[in-house]
């Protein structure tokens, strides 16, 4: 995708990180095991943390790790958390050999879209869970909630703006959806450049979910609505 390679330099300016404070907060409070009491701060593995906007809300509360498939996007967190550890690898086939707190996969988890991709990475997260660990998906659709429709957004900074379109297709076909995002990405001087990528976003049934969260080892599964995107919970039994 041309947005986390060619393109990732304008992935702050696309979705800033103050968007993520709120988001940020709701998922801090259901990752925190607040049965257990702790000199040191939680450690918690994020997959897929692309430009750390998330985590950079999150990192004073947990001892992140983030890990990341593009070089460019984990170019950009590190300026904008440098004190968290990160990593360049694929979350279908990471193995640290650690354990942790927490794992959280956010809005990365969209991009998977194969089921046996699903069930790899949800055995990744629970290989990577200390029992009893808490993890956290956040997929962008069911296929029990998804609905088409377009998205628009964008900012300015520093003399560069950009805005996208971002328009999911009506039709689900296998277990995904068609979107195209249009960038519109506006240079100091005022040229203003287009590009577009095409991708598939993954829209598995929730029973797909739970029967794949089981078989990796999970329990006491929780599907809840956000405003923005879907919390899945589980926890590594
Ligand atoms: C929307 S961005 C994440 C942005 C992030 N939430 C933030 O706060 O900046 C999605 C990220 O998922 C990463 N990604 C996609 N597939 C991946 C995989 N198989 N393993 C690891 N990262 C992946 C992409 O490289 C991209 O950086």
Redesign the pocket.
């Given at each position: 995708m041309k947005l986390?390679n060619e393109l990732a330099e304008w992935?702050p300016l696309m979705?800033p990180p103050r968007r993520?404070k709120n988001e940020a907060a709701r998922l801090a409070r259901r990752l925190r095991n607040e049965d257990e009491e702790s000199e040191t701060r939680p450690t918690l593995l994020q997959?897929?943390?692309?430009?750390?906007?998330?985590?950079s809300h999150l990192k004073e509360e947990f001892d992140m790790t983030l890990?990341?498939?593009?070089p460019r996007?984990l170019g950009l967190?590190r300026t904008l958390n440098p004190e968290c550890r990160h990593l360049e690898?694929?979350?279908?086939t990471l193995r640290l050999d650690e354990r942790f707190d927490a794992v959280l996969i956010?809005?990365?988890i969209a991009?998977?879209i194969e089921l046996e991709d699903l069930q790899a990475t949800l055995e990744t997260a629970r290989a990577h869970l200390r029992p009893g660990g808490r993890a956290i998906f956040c997929p962008d659709w069911t296929l029990e909630t998804y609905e088409p429709g377009v998205s628009t957004g964008g900012s300015d900074s520093n003399g560069r703006g950009m805005r996208y379109i971002e328009w999911n297709q009506p039709w689900v076909e296998g277990t995904s959806c068609e979107t195209d995002i249009a960038y519109l990405l506006r240079y100091e001087n005022g040229d203003v450049r287009v590009e577009h990528d095409h991708i598939r976003i993954a829209v598995f049934p929730e029973e797909t979910w739970r029967n794949a969260l089981e078989e990796a080892g999970f329990t006491d599964v929780r599907i809840r609505q956000r405003t923005i995107r879907l919390h899945i919970s589980a926890r590594a039994a």
């Open positions: 986390y992935w979705q993520f997959l897929g943390s692309g430009g750390g906007h998330l985590a890990v990341d498939l593009s996007m967190s690898g694929d979350m279908r956010f809005d990365a991009h998977i």
